[in-house]
């Protein structure tokens, strides 16, 4: 593998852009995967890293590390606490309204409901000669997601309860949508990326907000180019 593309780094923190397709740890129910990020980057930089946070595997984009364990300890807090802002973009089925809240409580494994909140906003729409479904064609849109909580596949689920499922996710997603995309056009990627990570910086004395961005990589723009997004116009957000 290529080495990791470093987004941010100080002496305690550093920032990657995830390949879609990469754990970020060793997982039981991922026997296939062999490497993680967690390995490469330490390898890369030849020192100890502690991620802060996750990502799905399938999710690609903005993954923080910290460098020693009292920081991994505050970020961990900041976290917890609400006190990170997390933006993504994702490709969904169909026009989603222009903007809207997702107030949805989730269930865990162990059957514990869990309050979720989801802030969205739709960035763009497009419609494309794709015969899926009854109709001719097919309609999509690209959205802004704002987890205000952090439940396990939140996004995910949230967009499918709206009936706006990602495109590439599996089991949230439309099976339909998703065999469509891998049998013609080769795409079988879960189009959600975290586009930035913005917070306090929890060492320095004087406050300082860091934004890290991660630019789009290469299966969700080549989706966007095929959609033909880029020659739409926004949605006049």
Do not use: W
Not at 6 to 22: R, T
Not at 128 to 157: C, D
Not at 169 to 195: T, W, Y
């Amino acid at each position: 593998m290529d080495p990791l593309e470093i987004l941010f780094q100080c002496e305690h923190l550093v920032a990657i852009n995830k390949p879609n397709g990469l754990l970020v740890h060793r997982s039981p129910i991922a026997r296939d995967a062999d490497e993680f990020a967690v390995q490469l980057l330490r390898d890369q930089l030849g020192r100890k890293v502690y991620p802060v946070h996750r990502l799905d595997r399938k999710t690609s984009g903005v993954l923080l590390f910290a460098l020693d364990e009292a920081t991994n300890s505050e970020m961990q807090r900041k976290f917890m606490d609400g006190e990170i802002t997390k933006i993504y973009h994702a490709i969904v089925r169909g026009y989603t309204p222009d903007e809207g809240t997702i107030d949805y409580p989730l269930k865990r494994d162990d059957g514990v409901i869990q309050e979720a909140l989801t802030y969205f906003k739709t960035l763009m729409r497009s419609e494309v000669p794709f015969a899926i479904g009854k109709h001719p064609t097919s309609r999509y849109s690209l959205v802004q997601l704002n987890p205000a909580t952090g439940r396990m596949h939140q996004l995910r689920k949230h967009m499918a309860h709206i009936l706006h499922p990602i495109i590439g996710d599996r089991p949230h997603g439309c099976n339909k949508q998703n065999r469509f995309f891998k049998n013609e056009l080769g795409i079988s990627e879960m189009m959600l990326h975290a586009v930035s990570v913005e917070f306090t910086h929890p060492v320095f004395e004087q406050e300082q907000i860091i934004k890290v961005k991660a630019p789009h990589q290469f299966g969700f723009r080549n989706l966007l180019e095929i959609l033909k997004f880029n020659n739409c116009s926004s949605s006049g957000m």
